[in-house]
């Protein structure tokens, strides 16, 4: 195993970014906290993450990214490369905010959160929930369109390796060249060109075209009257024909 990959394998754990949050001072910098078993997920919001074994739950820590806007993009992009190398049969996408769907359902979560040190310097806890191992009666208990890896194909230590090695590449992109590491986050969000709802608070809803993601993070949407509003924060949900339309006019595009 490569020394400058930092995992830290727990058993059991209430949530991962709790643990890091608790264990700032004595992980190192870079360190990517798994366990096998969550015993208080959350995502988004305090919602709560399905966190059955076999799964992935972990948590990487970087003190010296203190935005956690930048480590969403980290490991999102990490998670995507990671995920696009063992099983990429499934056709893994980009969901902005911080969402990994296939089709039309919802695969991978991420939670960023602020770290406060002792010393009053910010850090980063980036956490992410993987479904590798759901059977079709877990996904259906789930109260929104939910994705799994076929149980077995790949294990999570592999994915923690693997999650932790591309996850260094891009941390050294995101402390040495931010721009670059938001123009590549930017490139990948294939949210952009398909039509969507955009859950807001207070109930409220916003519907249109994703026309693009901005260098401030938030998301541009075009309404049915041609205006065009940018979004910082809210659920967003697709249809899987729009995911399907969008995708073609791609392939169109490209020949």
Known sequence: MD?????????????TNS???????ELADG???YADVQTAGRGRLDRKWVSAR???????????????????????????????????????????????YVEDAKLAGILSEAVIMPDNSRAVAVGLG??????????AGID??????????????????ELAKY???YYIMG??????LLALWQSRNEVVGMELVLELTGGKQARGVACAVADDGALVLRDESGAEKSYYCGDVSVSRESVRLAWERRRTKDC
């Open 3 to 15: 020394p400058e990959i930092k995992l830290y394998h727990l058993a059991e754990v209430d949530s």
């Open 19 to 25: 643990f890091v949050k608790r264990h700032c001072l």
């Open 31 to 33: 360190t990517l906290v």
């Open 54 to 100: 076999g799964n992935f739950f972990g948590t990487l820590l970087m003190k010296k990214l203190p935005d956690p806007f930048l480590g969403t993009m980290v490991v999102s992009l990490a998670a995507l490369d990671v995920l696009n190398d063992l099983a990429p049969e499934l056709r893994v996408w980009l969901k902005w905010p911080n969402d990994l």
């Open 130 to 139: 993987v479904n590798l191992a759901l059977s079709g009666e877990d996904l």
């Open 144 to 161: 929104k369109p939910a994705a799994s890896v076929e149980k077995g194909k790949i294990n999570p230590e592999k994915f923690a390796f």
């Open 167 to 169: 996850a260094k590449m």
């Open 175 to 180: 402390m040495s060249c931010s721009k670059e």
